[in-house]
């Protein structure tokens, strides 16, 4: 079964940054696409950005310009620099493949509060 973990996250004021980071068992992450999703409370969760096995990137319109998902494929790591943070952006933030690579199991995810 593949584990998930995910770190990175923080009390941080708006407009400031984070960068998580998404450990992978085996090789899960460099052999498949992979995303980013987020959970704020009370809320369902939902995908933030994807990256494909080749690089291709995918945000969803209220992070476009500000989150950039990356890949180390060497390190099986999944990365989400978060630049321009807003209120907004509170939630707890788990990685996981994406579409049919997705995992049942999810990690523990990693809790970002954006607050002044």
């Known amino acids: 079964q593949v584990q998930l973990v995910e770190s990175g996250g923080g009390v941080v004021q708006p407009g400031g940054s984070l960068r998580l980071s998404c450990a992978a068992s085996?090789?899960?992450?460099?052999?498949?696409?992979m995303a980013w999703y987020r959970q704020a409370p009370g809320k369902q969760r939902d995908l933030v950005a994807s990256?494909?096995?080749?690089?291709?990137?995918y945000y969803v319109d209220s992070v476009k310009g500000r989150f950039t998902i990356s890949r180390d494929n060497a390190k099986n790591m999944v990365y989400l620099q978060m630049n321009s943070l807003k209120a907004e952006d509170t939630a707890v933030y788990y990685c996981?493949?994406?579409?049919?690579?997705?995992?049942?199991?999810w990690g523990q995810g990693t809790q970002v509060t954006v607050s002044s």
């Open positions: 996981n493949g994406f579409l049919s690579s997705r995992q049942g199991k």
């Open positions: 085996g090789s899960f992450a460099s052999n498949n696409a």
């Open positions: 990256i494909s096995s080749t690089g291709n990137t």
